[in-house]
């Protein structure tokens, strides 16, 4: 029994905000991207402080992660605007490597940030572009390429200039009138080299090259490095640590592909059965292998629910605890008759929930060598949790379901490194075992096909 479908759902990290994409920008706001193309200095000579000279007086960039290897624009986080030849840009984000730009992501368009297009105004915003990056490189692109992955086209077009290569990507779903809808459009500008597969993982992995990525430092965090990805406001929680496994090993595919390629939903809205299927979804349309190890859906069965809700209120009743009454939180939506599960999480008590939660000894164990034997294989771990179960130091959330990545572990002082999709900030904490595992409903894994 599905207890949460038809009424409000868990929600991830923040709240859908819905920009409107405009084919014309206000000019009093705008800084144009396009113009350091045509600075004196290379584009890949620019520094982090360089970039920002170009823009003086504006409030454009944020750190995506503490290493300072990327600087993220966001179209909504503030009054000042991006824009690429004349036209809005959703997101920007800047590579850098020794402090030099090596490359450049652009979305100009995308359905979790700007909601629907029509398909006039789609058409036209391809035709704009595809005539700014002739004027930019002076030549016509190359041969208009197509990947077809199940029923979904990505269609790339590149041009291959002396300096640079802009490679512009779109993907819509082919049909017309009321039925249209516009994916995203996005545009990589890359040093001038031979495109690659933006699909495929490297090639070179191997179990051995895998666990050689395992870093440690003196205070016993055996962790991975994992490229941080920003979700923004979309919700695309399993879309975006999807994309920074797949970035992990050696895939360009982003969020906003996989979000397409998968049919997933903007907006944040997410249960624990749609963001499990999402993560097998989004691994059968690239070249890696999904495997769940382990579920928790004492949220979701009926049975378990009530044997859940049955094992707390003998703790909580042995504590002197509130017990919970389930049916004070019953709702009707669309005729059926639901639990509030967000109302139910939150009248609970974390420690009580926890002494439950322990009582499945077995399964917190597995959980342990799970976590321990794939992050010393180089592997992370895809992690589903309840937020508001267990209260996190400066993150008030709201009961909700949200996808994080396992990237460690520390024997010494019993805890877990994870990272969550939200930048800088976000990609390095700690959590003690048993706290975790009373969050945990979810754990999974993307391993590459290519090991031997």
């Known amino acids: 029994m599905r207890l949460l479908k038809g009424v409000n759902k868990f929600i991830g990290y923040g709240i859908s905000c819905i920009c409107l994409l405009m084919l014309c920008a206000d000019s009093s706001a705008q800084s144009e991207i396009s113009s350091i193309l045509k600075t004196e200095k290379s584009v890949w000579e620019t520094s982090a402080k360089d970039l920002a000279a170009q823009f003086p007086g504006k409030k454009l960039f944020q750190w995506v992660d503490s290493s300072q290897t990327g600087l993220r624009y966001y179209a909504d986080a503030g009054p000042d605007k991006i824009t690429f030849a004349g036209l809005p840009v959703c997101e920007a984000i800047f590579t850098f490597n020794k402090d030099k730009i090596v490359k450049i992501y ?32 002076g030549k016509k692109p190359g041969k208009e390429t197509i990947a077809v992955v199940g029923d979904k086209r990505i269609y790339c077009r590149r041009w291959h200039c002396k300096d640079y290569e802009f490679e512009l990507k779109w993907s819509d779903n082919g049909l017309a009138g009321l039925n249209f809808l516009a994916e995203f459009i996005t545009l990589n500008i890359l040093p001038a080299t031979p495109g690659s597969d933006s ?6 992995l191997s179990k051995k090259v895998l666990a050689g990525r395992v870093k440690t430092n003196d205070a016993g965090d055996r962790y991975l490095e994992i490229p941080m990805v920003d979700q923004g406001n979309k919700g695309y929680c399993v879309a975006a640590v999807a994309e920074r496994v797949l970035k992990y090993y050696g895939s360009r595919m982003d969020q906003h592909m996989l979000a397409e390629l998968t049919n997933m939903p903007e907006g944040g809205g997410a249960d624990l059965i749609d963001i499990e299927k999402a993560a097998a979804d989004c691994a059968s349309k690239v070249d890696v292998k999904y495997s769940k190890l382990y579920y928790n859906d004492d949220m979701f069965n009926f049975v378990n629910f009530n044997r859940m809700i049955t094992m707390y209120n003998m703790e909580a009743g042995k504590a002197g605890m509130p017990l919970i009454t389930i049916d004070k ?7 059926r008759t639901l639990y509030d599960l967000s109302g139910i999480t939150s009248a609970m008590n974390s420690d009580i929930y926890k002494k439950v939660r322990l009582k499945d000894n077995i399964n917190f164990k597995k959980f342990q060598r799970d976590v321990s034997g ?9 992690w589903a949790v309840k937020l508001g179960i267990i209260k996190e130091k400066e993150l008030p959330q709201p009961p909700g379901m949200h996808m994080r990545l ?16 939200w930048g800088a900030g976000h990609e390095y904490k700690k959590m003690n075992w048993e706290d975790a595992w009373t969050m945990t409903t979810f754990v999974g894994l993307f391993t590459p096909r290519l090991e031997k």
């Open 106 to 137: 652009l979305s100009l368009f995308n359905r979790g940030d700007a909601a629907r297009m029509e398909k006039p105004d789609y058409n036209e915003l391809l035709k704009k572009l595809n005539g700014a990056l002739d004027k930019l490189s």
């Open 329 to 335: 939180y019953l709702k009707t939506s669309e005729g």
């Open 199 to 204: 699909l495929k993982i490297d090639k070179g």
């Open 374 to 382: 794939n992050i010393n294989a180089g592997i992370p771990l895809l």
């Open 406 to 421: 396992i990237i460690g572990c520390n024997d010494k002082d019993k805890t877990i490194i994870y990272s969550d999709t």
